[in-house]
Structures are given as C-alpha cells and as structure tokens.
C-alpha cells in the first residue's frame, strides 16, 4: 500500500496481559522501526527490520518484547506480561533504506492502555 | 551519551515568522530530519540536511550547521495549520535516529 497501516488502533489490556501490535509497511519499502512515544514525549528507537531479518534492537526491552518480520504477513511487536509503564503510542516507520537521506514514513500509530 | 536539545514550547502570531532551534551531540552523524507531528497524528517528515547549509522547500526552510552540532527550522508567513509539534531527529553512526522531545509551536491570531 502507500500508506504504512497499523493495528488496532486503541488496545487496552490489564497488567499481566499479552499485547500484540501489528503493522504492514509501504510496498517496496525494506527497512521497519518501532518506537515508543510515552505522554507525547520523544520517541524511544525499539528495533529495525531490513526485510525479516533483526537491524537492529539496541533499543528493545530484553525481556517481554519481541517482534518479527515475516514474509507475506505484517510485522508484528509483542509484549508479554504488560506493566503499566508500557502504555504509550507504539509507532512503526518505514523506509526504502536504513541510510542517511531517507526519510521514514510512519504510520497512526497504536494506543496501548495498560490498566 | 547521546542528547537532542530544542525549546519546549513557542509561540507566534499568524503571518510571522518563527525559528527554532535544535542542538545535539551524538555519537557520529548521518544527518538531521525535520518531522511535524499534529497532536493525536503521526509525524510527517519535513527536512533532511546532511551538509551546513539552508535548504529552502516553500514556506520552510532549515539550516545545518555539523560544527557547532546546531540546526533551526524556520518557518515564514506563519498559518493556524502549522501548530503542531516539531521534532529534530539526529541519525547517527549506525543511522539510528536520536529523537528530540519536541517543541510545541502555538500559533495566535
């Protein structure tokens, strides 16, 4: 698509809960970022897909989250047992490279509540 | 460590115009983006400078300078349409993007 899509766009789970956030990036596009944006502060770098192989995750929790780039299917970010501190808007990018010069398009993000 | 600094919050008047400025040290550099984000809205992506210089689109303008790790946006003949949040975004040596916190512009009648 030409547009990045994201999923759900509200989600709300009580502590302990699995989330799991989905995003299709824009066709042709090979590079994926996730971020995290807490009470409209700046945005926490989580990790990178070039394709389905891991670009990057210096900025992924080590535990409770993971992601995945498969073939065919959106991305996805999952976080096992929520806290409260994970509600945030969760922000997917993506680009035609991870290089200088080219810009990331983002998608609407997903709000996550975590009661 | 790695830091982005810009103004927390602006305001201008409707057809002035407005500068704000970012400064940031990081570990390497791969160049500096310009995003708008509208409240509830994802960013949009404004400017990229890589080397010093203005680079001039329309009504926005922004200037790199590598030496003193300094950028601004400028923006001219100011529209209600452009409060929003701006946000420098520096990428560094493994083109990671080191985020600002964003400086709210307010634009008053």
């Known amino acids: 698509g030409e547009e990045v899509a994201q999923t759900p766009k509200h989600l709300v789970r009580g502590e302990g809960q699995k989330a799991k956030l989905y995003c299709a990036p824009i066709k042709g596009h090979s590079y994926v970022f996730w971020y995290q944006q807490v009470l409209k502060n700046e945005f926490k770098f989580l990790i990178s897909?070039?394709?389905?192989?891991?670009?990057?995750e210096t900025g992924m929790p080590k535990e409770r989250f993971s992601a995945k780039c498969l073939p065919n299917s959106p991305c996805s970010l999952e976080i096992q047992a929520t806290k409260l501190e994970d509600s945030a808007v969760y922000f997917c990018?993506?680009?035609?490279?991870?290089?200088?010069?080219?810009?990331?398009?983002f998608g609407p993000g997903t709000r996550l509540t975590v009661t | 460590g790695q830091n982005i600094d810009q103004p927390t919050e602006m305001t201008a008047t409707e057809g002035a115009i407005v500068q704000i400025n970012c400064t940031y040290q990081?570990?390497?550099?791969?160049?500096l983006f310009w995003y708008q984000q509208h409240a509830g809205e994802a960013p949009t992506f404004l400017s990229y400078n890589v080397l010093d210089g203005l680079e001039e689109k329309g009504r926005f303008s922004s200037f790199l300078s590598r030496s003193k790790g300094y950028s601004y946006l400028l923006l001219k003949e100011l529209q209600m349409k452009d409060s929003a949040s701006y946000l420098c975004a520096v990428q560094d040596s493994n083109y990671q993007l080191i985020w600002g916190a964003g400086t709210k512009l307010i634009i008053k009648p």
């Open positions: 990081t570990s390497g550099f791969n160049g």
């Open positions: 990018a993506s680009s035609q490279s991870a290089e200088g010069g080219y810009e990331q398009y």
């Open positions: 897909f070039q394709n389905e192989n891991v670009f990057d």
